[in-house]
């Protein structure tokens, strides 16, 4: 049973493009949480996703970013028109339910330049 | 509302001492409770986890934790540390109303000199 999967594991972009980080759940998994890593920092939660809904989105910014988990495919983190105060690592966990542990991916670590 | 507080950013320790690092949770209501190993450039590895069953958790790699509702703790102990045990370690409380969402601590660096 495969883990979760994130890709790229590594994306440089420029200021002002946009950002597309792809998660998919391990099997089974129906949730996924989106969270995203400063330097010296733990992870702040970002999104929480059931299969086509947002159940939480509280910890997104409410301008540039959007997220997604569509019926078939990946779930997807979009950044518009990236600052560099984006750069940071953005971990994807999934689990089968809400009251199961969370398992995680090794992350995106996005730079933008 | 859930909160985490880790005391110590950074933790040294010589092989074969104890690690202790501590972690304090805020809950409204009855916690889940999480501890996460991050080892560089990777994604968090489950080290263990307290569900409201026994209050002493034991994990992987030799690690456990004691979960003290008088204290608000959840600290994470191990009787002899290990080289390989040299990494970022995070507390996570989950619970409520936000079930689902982790809140993380900001995390301890544990450095292991031989």
């Known amino acids: 049973n495969a883990g979760v999967m994130q890709n790229p594991r590594h994306l440089v972009r420029r200021r002002g493009q946009e950002a597309r980080l792809r998660c998919s759940p391990m099997?089974?998994?129906?949730?996924v949480y989106w969270y995203r890593q400063l330097p010296e920092e733990g992870l702040k939660f970002m999104v929480y996703?059931?299969?086509?809904?947002?159940?939480?989105e509280s910890g997104m910014p409410k301008e540039r970013f959007s997220a997604e988990f569509p019926k078939e495919g990946p779930s997807i983190l979009r950044i518009q028109q990236v600052v560099r105060g984006d750069s940071a690592a953005y971990f994807c966990a999934s689990s089968p339910n809400r009251e199961s542990e969370a398992f995680f991916g090794q992350g995106t670590r996005l730079t933008v330049v | 509302a859930q909160s985490v507080t880790q005391l110590g950013s950074h933790v040294s320790v010589s092989e074969g001492a104890l690690v202790l690092l501590r972690c304090n949770y805020s809950?409204?209501?009855?916690?889940?409770l999480f501890w996460y190993v991050q080892y560089p450039n990777q994604g968090l590895q489950l080290l263990l986890k307290y569900t409201s069953a026994a209050t002493l958790v034991k994990g992987i790699n030799g690690f456990e934790a004691e979960f003290k509702k008088s204290e608000t703790s959840f600290h994470l102990t191990k009787p002899s540390a290990h080289m390989s045990d040299a990494a970022e370690y995070f507390c996570?409380?989950?619970?409520?109303?936000?079930?689902?969402?982790?809140?993380f601590g900001r995390g301890t660096q544990l450095t292991v000199w031989p």
């Open positions: 809950s409204s209501v009855p916690p889940y």
């Open positions: 996703l059931q299969k086509e809904n947002i159940i939480d």
């Open positions: 099997k089974g998994h129906s949730h």
């Open positions: 996570a409380v989950r619970g409520g109303s936000t079930l689902g969402r982790l809140y």
